[in-house]
């Protein structure tokens, strides 16, 4: 009764709808998600989109899931306490303020571009003088560069990546493109000294996905992960199948998210401007990371090992294209300027060597 009792005040003074449920059924809700139109006594199962597997085998950590409220999409965080899970919604004003990011960055795009194309035809010209120092500078700028220009792409991206559902998706070997995917970005970890492992299925799994999200979503896991790996340090990364779901671990070895900053880690951008360690970032890839699992049917669960590091779990839908009708192809806009992605998503956590314009042209 006293936990009970300290939940509910805990959900009162929260500003964004928040509901706790036990044994499947929703136990309290505070005002916000009563305005939502969520009803004391409702079996959770009956508002889940994405996620009821999951759900049924949440244990601990912070899970990430889509709830259908009124046929309206709603991401939630999902956390355990004690006989309780509490459930907290995205804020209504939550692709407002990502459409506000995207505005801005449009702004950031036009003069990032122009810089980028004149360094582009500069740096030939200054690598002739055959100088070492000024080749290390070219690849600090470079690098500088396509940090820049990631920033601005999750700025620009995000709110386009929370509408459900989603266009742009083919049939693809899920196994066959992770694979390559890994494999790629194993050899870059090398170069910062990491080491990165992946166990793969060991038969083609094909399914409805979008290539470019389902891309750029695991380089953000991997970015995040070797952020906090020292180097030496292991990144073990798994494809396993549970019935018609695709789990993808992925776990490191280095420090943990911070205790505090858990409950907020799917919507970091929302906080407000503080001083603190500099590889949170700015939260954005988080979003990418868990509205790529919704569009593809799937959640995303953040778990912190007693033994170290953190272990990251997207699981994704195995769909079947049904829809006999011919499309036309689909016109992708690469959002990276046709330069490598590998190299723009992991700007963060590279060594400014692999930017020196000999390598990356």
Do not use: W
């Not at 870059?188 to 000294?193: D, I, N, P, S």
């Amino acid at each position: 009764m006293e936990q009970s009792n300290t939940l509910t005040g805990m959900l009162d003074l929260m500003a964004y709808p928040a509901f706790c449920v036990k044994d499947g059924i929703v136990a309290y809700a505070n005002r916000p998600a009563l305005a939502c139109m969520l009803t004391e006594g409702t079996p959770v199962s009956q508002i889940l989109f994405t996620g009821a597997e999951e759900y049924s085998q949440f244990e601990d950590g912070c899970l990430y899931l889509t709830l259908c409220i009124c046929d309206s999409y709603r991401g939630a965080s999902v956390t355990r306490m004690g006989e309780f899970d509490v459930f907290v919604l995205e804020p209504t004003d939550d692709f407002s303020t990502l459409q506000g990011l995207a505005l801005a960055a449009q702004e950031l795009r036009l003069p990032l571009a122009n810089v980028m194309t004149v360094t582009d035809k500069l740096f030939p010209q200054l690598q002739d003088a055959k100088d070492a120092n000024a080749e290390e500078q070219m690849a600090r700028i470079n690098k500088g560069l396509f940090q820049l220009l990631r920033i601005v792409s999750n700025m620009s991206d995000a709110h386009r990546y929370c509408q459900l559902p989603s266009s742009g998706q083919e049939v693809v070997n899920i196994c066959d493109y992770l694979g390559e995917l890994f494999s790629a970005t194993a050899e870059l970890a090398l170069e910062a000294g990491i080491h990165l492992a992946f166990q793969n299925l060991n038969t083609p799994v094909y399914s409805l996905a979008d290539p470019d999200k389902l891309q750029r979503a695991v380089s953000n896991i991997l970015s995040n992960a070797m952020k906090f790996t020292p180097k030496g340090g292991r990144i073990n990364a798994k494809l396993s199948r549970r019935g018609n779901m695709l789990h993808l671990t992925i776990q490191d070895s280095g420090s943990c998210v911070p205790e505090n900053l858990r409950s907020s880690v799917f919507s970091r951008y929302l906080r407000h401007p503080e001083i603190e360690d500099g590889r949170n970032g700015i939260g954005l890839g988080m979003v990418l990371v868990r509205s790529t699992a919704a569009i593809h049917g799937g959640t995303v669960l953040l778990e912190y090992p007693k033994e170290s590091g953190t272990r990251v779990t997207m699981t994704l839908a195995i769909r079947q294209k049904t829809d006999p009708t011919v499309q036309s192809p689909f016109l992708r806009v690469d959002y990276a300027g046709e330069r490598d992605h590998r190299l723009l998503e992991l700007s963060d956590v590279l060594p400014h060597t692999l930017y020196a314009p000999n390598k990356i042209n």
